[in-house]
């Protein structure tokens, strides 16, 4: 085991023990985090899955294609270095503005221990800015930009790029859309937190999509793209409150822990108001008048 690998796996049980929680609950946790951001890089497969090994503490992402049913026909290692700083940047940072927000809500004497809480987010999420800074120094992301402005002046294109717009457009729109639609069929009335974090995922592409084939195909795509941002606004801020959920779980004890015990509460109720409110936004979304287009 690397020396590496070792404190990481000291640092998760440390942060169980703070938090209360085991090691293999944080362990998902972490694994749901780090698919979120490795579908963010701008080469990731559409489908993967992040294993943690709860010995070595060695991460791995496996790219994976599916067939039409669901089923895993490829599997492949597509684990980049370092990838879950982003991630956990950009969490910490949420997260620390969804408590300041919290505040009116509570009594007055809670808020000095709200502020408290979301200071320690904010500085969190600045130590992991700084670390995300200096891997911005390394060889490896400059090779990375430097191969990123190389495809952007030599794509690399298949043969659809020898059909006309009016044509390729439409049916890559199209695939976006089933992959969204085939998504929402398959939840269960009691999905889990990150099912709905993969329907928000998919609605995204499925909104660029419409964006990017918006001046090919006329007035209707916008109005697409404009639902499914609001199908992905609603399920972003349902994520975004599950994961404050699960860190106001752990804030401590003594009086943080009554605070974070009603932050926790308010977070769970627009939890709720958003697995409500999600379905309906979908059937805005799921009008045959609004992908004519992808015909």
């Known amino acids: 085991m690397s020396k590496n690998n070792f404190e990481f796996l000291e640092a998760l049980q440390t942060i169980a023990r703070e938090k209360g929680i085991t090691v293999d609950v944080l362990l998902d946790a972490l694994a749901n985090a780090l698919v979120a951001a490795y579908k963010r890089l701008p080469e990731a497969a559409e489908e993967a899955v992040v294993t943690v090994d709860p010995e070595s503490g060695e991460i791995k992402v496996y790219g994976q294609e599916l067939d039409e049913d669901g089923n895993v026909t490829r599997e492949w290692d597509d684990t980049p270095e370092d990838f879950g700083r982003i991630a956990a940047q950009t969490a910490k940072q949420v997260m620390s503005q969804r408590l300041r927000d919290r505040t009116t809500a509570l009594a007055a004497d809670d808020g000095p221990i709200v502020a408290e809480l979301a200071d320690e987010l904010q500085a969190e999420s600045e130590e992991a800015r700084a670390r995300l800074v200096l891997d911005m120094r390394t060889d490896r992301y400059i090779d990375l930009i430097e191969r990123l402005v190389e ?82 606004d609603v399920l972003g801020d349902h994520q975004d409150s599950a994961t404050a959920q699960r860190w106001l779980r752990g804030a401590g004890s003594g009086p943080r822990a009554f605070v974070a015990g009603e932050l926790c509460a308010l977070e769970r109720e627009m939890a709720a108001h958003d697995r409500a409110e999600w379905s309906k936004v979908w059937k805005k979304l799921d009008r045959k008048r609004l992908r004519r287009w992808m015909i």
């Open 151 to 232: 495809a952007s002046r030599a794509p690399a294109l298949t043969m659809q790029a020898d059909q006309p717009a009016a044509t390729a457009m439409p049916a890559l729109a199209r695939r976006d859309w089933k992959r969204l639609s085939r998504g929402v069929r398959r939840l269960s009335e009691s999905a889990a937190d990150a099912d709905l974090h993969r329907i928000r995922i998919l609605a995204k592409r499925a909104r660029y999509a419409a964006e990017a084939a918006a001046p090919i195909v006329g007035k209707t795509a916008p109005l697409f793209a404009e639902a499914a941002a609001a199908l992905q």
